[in-house]
């Protein structure tokens, strides 16, 4: 079974900086594609960034130069970092797993999903 456990959510300024993490446990991440999605109230889920097995990244487009996803597979952990918040990143976000499909339009569909962390940024 695999469990995937988010965590560094929290409230900031326009402008400022969060790191969200996710430790993933009953399998190795570094065999499959990882990511982070969001949603926020009323909208539906988006994709933000993914990360594969051979550790290409790909962007959603309104994160692009903001948001960095990244990996440390002898930790387990995925990291996005995010840096120029603004008050439309307010959302939950959750990371995900998959091993069989890999891509910034199916992340929020991937098989596995943690319980979400929420972010919120104030103008």
């Known amino acids: 079974e695999v469990q995937l456990v988010e965590s560094g959510g929290g409230s900031v300024q326009a402008g400022g900086s969060l790191r969200l993490s996710c430790t993933a446990f009953g399998y190795d991440i570094h065999n499959a594609c990882v990511g982070w999605f969001r949603q926020a109230p009323g909208k539906e889920r988006e994709g933000v960034a993914v990360?594969?097995?051979?550790?290409?990244?790909r962007y959603a487009d309104s994160v692009k130069g903001r948001f960095t996803i990244s990996k440390d597979n002898a930790k387990n952990t995925l990291y996005l970092q995010m840096n120029s918040l603004k008050p439309e990143d307010t959302a939950m976000y959750y990371c995900?797993?998959?091993?069989?499909?890999?891509?910034?339009?199916?992340?929020?569909?991937?098989?596995?999903r943690g319980q979400g962390t929420q972010v919120t940024v104030s103008s």
């Open positions: 990360i594969d097995s051979g550790g290409s990244t």
């Open positions: 995900g797993l998959s091993w069989r499909v890999c891509g910034i339009g199916v992340v929020a569909n991937f098989e596995h």
